[in-house]
């Protein structure tokens, strides 16, 4: 993960602003920095989003294929993760460097997204025990800023919501050979149900008390984090701790609950922001990457 | 101004992929109108006084076809009553996926420039591009790309309407819904019929409409009499499953009821599926890609022995389906039969035939029958009956559906007076597919500038063999003279003997335009009176013929041979000759035989002559066969062209002669180029027919003789042995059906194949060199030689084996279907020969017994004909059928044989 240096001093200063509810950039314990959503943004994807949240960005791409289901689940179809970690966002992804995150990022978001109580794996099956639809997830961390997990979380989400499935028919002969045919219409297309997909948030222990969206900086006078996913109900479907130092089971009661609190909020504004682009359709003006 | 399109479709593997295109718009295209002033073009196609005569518009406009229109109705836009049609982009993109004839016929409109078609691309152009819309159909929405286009149109010009008298634009549609559309949007539009009929001062454009669908309504009879076809991804399914059949549909000459279905199978395995039946034939015509389903094995039939023609209307159908079915077929004869499920692709081309003019003589629905007898009749609408009956005319198929007994048709020209020969010959070409029209202005720019002298670079690259006694030895007559010969004695006791072929290739340079339209073209189409060059007169009858005192480029081949005709040397060299004489065969033979003459040239003949006597024994020795056909030459009158008398062709020694050096000229060069380009040489093979091709040939002869047909030997030797005392003429019969019986030579490429053996020529080996202004093949072997002997240089395609197995493709069917030509021409001259004659009486002899027919042949005029026992006026008499023999016996004694009798019906 990208790290700054940060001196004692610096240190001290942080923690002490934690301490009094106020941060360096003068936000409050449990405030998100400023987030910006475009979907639809890569036109040769079923979906896309792109989020920035200070200034990591990531750009999420939803790919859907036929594929055949898991042997042990015939009749859903399944995620599948994969996390670029591009040397555009920090120097230290060069060459191989950004791999051991990259694997560490997909593994947990396949954890945390890939079960039915996300995501209705059901409605992805075609044929059960013969053709499913594969989601392939690509995440591309476009910039570093800290806390990638519920950046991505987010962008996932949004892009989810944008995915358009081409819908298929199974016509089958006489003979039971099947045959998949696809509809005409390129308007003809299934949507996911997203309802249910949780928002990552991490909680950083800075000093006595923990944080919200850390900064690089306060990321880096913290000695652990806890990672919650949070559904829009405020159910917690997943929770990770990272980091070296120890936490108090105290402190984490505190802390899922923060997240509880954190997390519900994010979903009713997030779905809203999604569906307010949805219904400008064609008229919304595109940003993209330059904008 | 960038958009992108997105669809998605199958990958081949099952999977689905999204495809993203961008599209670019731009807002400098073009109207194309010459009254327009705002578009900045630099030349305009569309005329500011557009006028068709139509009672329905009687402003100048411009006509805007849809898709349909075009796909249907092309016959109408190729007529030049039809000018300044705005062809838009979509319809043009639409006709090109449905149709490749159709995209093909209109960009050959489109590039005329007396029609006046203008293609307006307003997919790109800015004002008109319109996306899909959800819901919306991709037909739908083209339709609507269309309206939204003429739309653009009306409104642009009307900006201009000052200094025109109101020109318009109108659409032509077939399409209900998408007219209501229109005319809500305030378009003009019409139907297309409803428009040609509106001009008044071309009534005989309606002929050309294609039937629609609404039309065919009405000719509905309750009744259906035939299955429907599959749909397409049923077919599919079913070749996948191998529960179908995919094979070339291929309807029998002698019995409309019956067909073959080709299934080519993997690699040179193929089987062919047997069809009887209307109902099982289910619509298919000669040369469509089918689907056909195997019946199960008790009710596979052999294929019927009854020659039916179709009579027509009149005729009920359903007794000649019974008497199918009564055929009870000796088990060994069956053969896989089965049925058409469906048309994977339909192969229609406009027919030449007759119109059989309908008995009710306000009808202006008429039969027309194809001259090809494979062709079903088809039913045409036309108002002009009278006047085209008699005539030869062109018909092209629209559809056929369930309930109609004949495909549905239109008239698309006429070609002339039937029996006329102009006419017929034309009929006859297109019937065959030879490429007969003038060479175009592109093809004659590659000739040669005349006056054409030989450079003295090409005397320094060629060996001069000007002073040797060369002379040329061809049917009388002849103007393209491809091949002449030497033969001089060596002083070291040896022959030398050269061919000199011809050099073509000097001429025509790879790749060109005139190479191009060569390699179409693939050979020289010899008629009656008549020959369809494949290269320029100025080239086949005069600069590469080798004509008599003139220096003319050649490619020689030269042997040094001993008195055994064994050959001690071979060499090929690019040369300059100068032949010293041109002589017919019979000019030849009179020198040879003709004791007191002892100039060079004689003596050469007389060397040649001696040494082709021991080459052809020694060939027929080694197994070559000696086979016959009937070939019939015709004296023409010099003035009128038509036949005066007509003799079976003569063979001299001197043919023979000539025949056997080229025969070694050709082996010679076949072992060069193939040592040289093992991979992409051009050969010629003719395959050992399959045993069972010899079947009609034995039994024929069962009775008199037997025939061994185990090697070519076997059979040349039992052919020579077949003799019957009082019958001198049996012989000559077996020869022909032992031709028969051949398969067909072909050009290959040695890269694509192994059997290189020629069973006719029993060689190992085989090309063609020696013909190069009348065969394409000659050329491309020419190019390889000279390549071989460092005489020329090379280019790509030439050493691409599949490029040159794609033209050996071209060049056999251009082969056969000149050759077929060529015997049609022969018997459409000896009908014009007996026109005037009356009734004659002749010789015949029965070739080939059917049910209720013999096949006779008169060798006298070699013609060959049916000869039906029951005829419509008389009672057919008792025949007793023997599949076996196969025979007819006659039970009453007196009935006169049938065989003296000869009947034109062609």
């Known amino acids: ?291 | 101004m960038l958009k992108s399109k997105t669809f998605v479709k199958k990958t081949r593997s099952g999977g689905v992929m999204k495809v993203v295109r961008e599209h670019y718009l731009r807002d400098d295209i073009w109207c194309g109108s010459e009254v327009c002033t705002e578009c900045k073009q630099e030349s305009t196609v569309l005329q500011k006084d557009a006028c068709m005569e139509s009672s329905l518009c009687s402003y100048p406009h411009y006509l805007v076809p849809d898709t349909n229109v075009v796909l249907h109705q092309i016959d109408i836009l190729e007529d030049p009553v039809i000018c300044n049609v705005i062809i838009l982009q979509t319809v043009l993109q639409e006709v090109r996926h449905r149709s490749a004839p159709v995209y093909k016929r209109l960009k050959d409109i489109i590039h005329e420039k007396e029609k006046r078609f203008y293609t307006f691309t307003n997919e790109h152009h800015r004002d008109t591009f319109i996306e899909r819309e959800p819901g919306e159909s991709a037909n739908d929405r083209n339709d609507r790309a269309i309206r939204v286009a003429v739309k653009w149109y009306s409104q642009h010009l009307k900006t201009f309407e000052s200094d025109t008298d109101g020109l318009k634009v109108v659409l032509l549609t077939n399409d209900q819904g998408n007219k209501q559309k229109a005319q809500d949007n305030g378009l003009l539009v019409y139907k297309c019929e409803e428009y040609v009929k509106s001009l008044i001062a071309n009534p005989e454009l309606v002929d050309r409409l294609a039937l629609s669908s609404d039309d065919k309504n009405e000719i509905t009879s309750s009744k259906v009499l035939f299955p429907e076809h599959l749909p397409l991804s049923r077919i599919q399914t079913g070749i996948k499953s191998s529960s179908f059949l995919q094979g070339t549909f291929r309807a029998s000459r002698d019995n409309y009821l019956e067909a073959t279905v080709f299934v080519q199978g993997e690699g040179e395995d193929s089987t062919e599926v047997l069809i009887q039946g209307l109902q099982n034939l289910n619509r298919a015509v000669h040369q469509d890609v089918v689907a056909v389903q195997l019946l199960p094995r008790s009710e596979w039939v052999a294929p019927s022995s009854v020659v039916l023609q179709d009579e027509g209307t009149a005729k009920d159908d359903e007794d000649a389906e019974e008497e199918e079915g009564k055929v009870t077929a000796v088990e060994a004869a069956r053969k896989p039969t089965g049925k058409v499920v469906g048309i994977i692709k339909r192969n229609w081309r406009p027919f030449c035939g007759m119109l059989n003019v309908s008995q009710i003589k306000e009808s202006t629905r008429h039969l027309f029958t194809p001259a090809d007898r494979r062709i079903p009749r088809i039913r045409i609408e036309t108002r002009q009956a009278s006047t085209l009956s008699g005539q030869r005319i062109m018909v092209a198929i629209d559809g056929w559906p369930k309930d109609s007994r004949y495909p549905n048709g239109h008239f698309v020209r006429s070609l002339g007076g039937a029996g006329e020969k102009d006419t017929e010959e034309e009929v006859l070409l297109l019937e065959h597919d030879v490429p007969h029209q003038a060479f175009s202005q592109a093809v004659l720019s590659f000739l040669p500038k005349m006056p054409w002298a030989i450079t003295p670079e090409d005397m320094m690259k060629r060996e001069d063999l000007r002073p040797l006694t060369v002379c040329s030895v061809d049917p009388p007559g002849c103007t393209d003279i491809d091949d002449a010969l030497h033969c001089r004695e060596l002083e070291n006791g040896n022959l030398e003997v050269g061919v000199h072929i011809a050099d073509v290739s000097h001429f025509i340079r790879p790749g060109n335009a005139l190479d191009k339209e060569a390699a179409n073209r693939g050979t020289t189409v010899y008629l009656c009176g008549k020959r369809i060059d494949m290269v320029p007169e100025l080239l086949s009858s005069n600069l590469c013929s080798l004509r008599s005192n003139v220096d003319r480029l050649a490619f020689s081949c030269i042997w040094e041979i001993n008195h055994k005709a064994e050959i001690l040397k071979t060499r090929f060299t690019k040369s300059v000759i100068n032949s010293k004489a041109s002589l017919t065969y019979a000019e030849a033979q009179m020198r040879i035989d003709d004791t007191n003459k002892n100039d060079d040239i004689t003596k050469s003949l007389r060397g040649l002559n001696k040494l082709a006597k021991i080459l052809k024994r020694q060939r027929i020795e080694k197994g070559a066969l000696t086979l016959s056909s009937l070939e019939v030459r015709f004296h023409m009158d010099s003035e009128t062209h038509d036949p005066i008398d007509l003799q079976t062709k003569e063979l001299m020694e001197t043919n023979s002669m000539v025949e056997e050096f080229m025969l070694l000229a050709n082996i010679s060069v076949a072992q060069k180029i193939y040592d040289e380009f093992s991979e992409c040489a051009l050969l010629r093979k003719h395959p050992a027919p399959p045993p069972s091709n010899y079947d009609i040939l034995i039994k024929a002869a069962k009775s008199k003789v037997k025939i061994h047909t185990d090697s070519a030997k076997a059979l040349a030797d039992s052919l020579d042995a077949a003799k019957v005392d009082g019958f001198p003429y049996f012989n000559t019969l077996l020869r022909i059906l032992a031709t028969r019986c051949m398969m067909q030579a072909v050009y290959f490429c040695s890269g694509m194949d192994s059997d290189f053996h020629h069973y006719g020529l029993a060689s190992p080996i085989y090309t063609h060199f020696t013909s190069p202004i009348r065969r394409y093949a000659d050329i491309i072997v020419h190019r390889l030689l000279a390549v071989a002997i460092g005489a020329d240089t090379t280019y790509p395609d030439l050493m691409d084996k599949h490029k040159q197995s794609a033209l050996c493709n071209n060049l056999n069917y251009r082969h056969k279907m000149s050759q077929y030509a060529q015997r049609a021409s022969v018997a459409f001259h000896t009908q014009l020969f007996f026109k005037s004659r009356g009734i004659l009486n002749e010789e015949g002899f029965v070739l080939f017994v059917r049910k209720n027919a013999i096949i006779v042949l008169i060798p006298k005029f070699g013609l060959e004909g049916t000869v039906f026992f029951d005829s419509k006026d008389k009672v057919s008499p008792n025949i007793v059928f023997e599949e076996e023999i196969p025979g007819v016996s006659v039970p009453a004694p007196d009935t006169e044989r049938p065989a003296k009798k000869q009947k034109l019906d062609h």
């Open chain 1, 1 to 291: 993960m990208a790290t700054v240096q940060v001196s004692e001093a610096e240190k001290v200063y942080i923690l002490h602003g934690i301490r009094d509810d106020l941060r360096v950039d003068g936000r409050g314990c449990e405030d998100y920095r400023h987030m910006e959503i475009e979907t639809d943004v890569v036109s040769n994807t079923d979906g896309s989003a792109k989020v920035t949240l200070g200034h990591t960005a990531v750009l999420v791409g939803v790919k859907a294929e036929i594929g055949k289901p898991r042997p042990t689940v015939p009749a859903e179809g399944y995620l599948e993760f994969f996390v670029d970690c591009s040397a555009n966002a920090t120097p230290e992804f060069e060459g191989r460097g950004g791999e051991e995150l990259g694997t560490k990022l997909s593994n947990t978001l396949y954890k945390v997204f890939n079960n039915k109580r996300s995501i209705d794996l059901k409605s992805l099956c075609i044929c059960a025990g013969e053709h499913c639809w594969v989601l392939y997830v690509d995440v591309l961390l476009l910039q570093c800023d800290g806390n990638l997990y519920d950046a991505i979380s987010v962008a996932i989400k949004a892009a989810l919501f944008n995915t358009k499935i081409p819908k298929v028919h199974i016509s089958s002969d006489e003979e039971g050979g099947k045959e998949i045919e696809l509809s005409d219409d390129p308007y003809d297309c299934m949507r996911l149900n997203v309802e249910n997909v949780p928002c990552i948030v991490t909680l950083c222990k800075v000093g006595h008390r923990h944080v919200v969206d850390a900064t690089l900086q306060e990321k880096a006078c913290s000695v652990a984090s806890l990672i919650i996913s949070v559904t829009h109900k405020g159910t917690i479907t997943c929770m990770r701790k990272v980091g070296g130092g120890s936490l108090d089971p105290e402190s984490i009661f505190e802390m899922t609950e923060a997240g509880k609190r954190v997390g519900k909020a994010l979903h009713a504004p997030l779905m809203k922001l999604l569906e307010q682009e949805e219904s400008l359709g064609k008229k919304r003006q595109k940003v993209g990457f330059l904008g």
